[in-house]
């Protein structure tokens, strides 16, 4: 049960960050509408006509912008064609008519409905906290939104306190299905029309794919340089060793403990390469520890403190947890080497069908794929999976790792 308690918690923070967020689009989208009715208004007198052109890039611009924040909190929402240069082709476009529906509703219930969202927590957190500062206000201004309340004593502040409580149950409740109906116009608005989307889909998978393989190939070659590199010579050397331990048992009998010394090293050496080979296709410790264990041992040998948080009930397909494995460890690693910072969380969850990892850490950012940090290597493992990859990294940090991967219902 407390269990079950937690998730709701968890899931109503989700809620108020996608609504946030979703109220950020609409405030963009309401200022687009509004730039919209200024452009109509001037081609009463003409002048608009030169300016519609700039409504379908505003509006194509707003639409992006919840494309990208839909695709961070579900499945990806591809984007249409580059918009027609001719005004009036434009408007003949089914896209630009979905986005231009889109950007009405979005920029007036979808900003009602963020201001609710937002404000439910915002009463939750004012009136329960009202207790503590009752004494500082005068009386005859009521209570926090309900200046009809006189609150004289401190009996009449726990009363605030009580309707704090119950805005922050009804925050609980309703900030999920809130958030699913400010997302759900732009989800069935936003998608390019049917057999666009799928055949970018089809372009999008065919490009990861191809990626894939890329990845597999460039995966045996570096296993194959490992093994001819390190472990090969390590068994040559023991197979000269061997030889030498041989021929000296009949010239120089006092030599072959020497010999059968500096053999066993190099055994050893062998067996120790070839262990850190085999960790390097499939880590066993997933095998005897799960995910949970295994992202807990790498975050107990990083160099910089890392706090680690695991919500993943059951287990993923083997590749996938391999693939959430390698990633934190490329990612830690990367953290350690170029970022100088002094803490990194992870933190890894499973939503439905869906196992979401994010690596964050104080570090100084500015961090790129093109810097031969690892990062395309990681982009490209994921792409593999069909996953997204997201990185943001603002000069003077944080650096925010976000990954999502299919894992099955």
């Known amino acids: 049960m407390p269990q079950e308690k937690w998730r709701r918690l968890r899931a109503a923070v989700d809620a108020l960050e996608r609504i946030v967020g979703g109220l950020g689009t609409a405030l963009l989208a309401l200022g687009a509408l509004v730039w919209t009715a200024v452009v109509a208004a001037l081609c009463l007198v003409g002048v608009g006509l030169f300016l519609v052109p700039t409504v379908f890039r505003v509006a194509r611009a707003v639409a992006d912008r919840e494309r990208a924040r839909l695709s961070r909190w579900g499945p990806a929402v591809i984007g249409p064609p ?83 409580v119950g805005f922050a149950v009804v925050a609980v409740v309703l900030g999920p299905g809130i958030a699913r109906l400010q997302a759900a116009p732009g989800r069935r608005l936003l998608p390019p029309a049917g057999d666009v989307d ?25 296993i194959e340089r490992s093994l001819h590199d390190g472990t090969q010579n390590r068994l040559v050397a023991l197979n000269v060793l061997i030889g030498a ?91 350690v080497k170029h970022s100088g910072a002094t803490a990194v969380g992870v933190t890894v969850r499973r939503d439905g069908d869906r196992l979401r990892l994010r690596v964050t850490d104080d570090g100084t950012g500015g961090a790129e794929e093109s810097g031969g940090s690892g990062l395309g290597g990681i982009r490209r493992r994921v792409e593999a999976y069909d996953g997204r990859f997201l990185i943001s990294s603002p000069r003077g940090g944080p650096t925010t790792l976000d990954v999502e991967l299919p894992c099955g219902s």
């Open 82 to 164: 580059p918009l027609p240069a001719d005004a009036r082709e434009a408007l003949r476009d089914p896209d630009v008519r979905r986005e231009l529906a889109w950007l009405a509703w979005h920029g007036t219930a979808g900003f009602l409905l963020g201001a609710i969202g937002i404000s439910l927590p915002v009463y939750a957190v004012e009136d329960g906290t009202f207790p503590l500062w009752f004494w500082a206000i005068d009386p005859e201004l009521g209570a926090p939104g309900m200046v009809w309340w006189r609150v004289d004593g401190l009996a009449g502040a726990l009363g605030v306190a009580l309707v704090g």
């Open 198 to 222: 799928l055949s970018r889909r089809v372009a999008e998978l065919t490009a990861t794919r191809a990626a894939a393989l890329d990845a597999h190939a460039a995966e045996l070659r570096r």
């Open 245 to 335: 331990a041989r021929r000296a048992q009949i010239r120089n009998p006092d030599a072959v403990a020497d010999i059968l010394d500096r053999a066993q090293e190099a055994t050893e050496q062998a067996l120790a390469e070839l262990r850190t080979v085999v960790r390097g296709i499939l880590p066993p410790v997933l095998d005897d520890r799960g995910l949970v264990g295994a992202l807990a041992g790498l975050a107990g040998t990083c160099a910089v403190p890392c706090e680690i948080e695991v919500d993943v009930p059951g287990r993923c397909a083997v590749s996938v947890e391999a693939t959430a494995y390698f990633v934190v460890a490329e990612a830690l690693t990367n953290v």
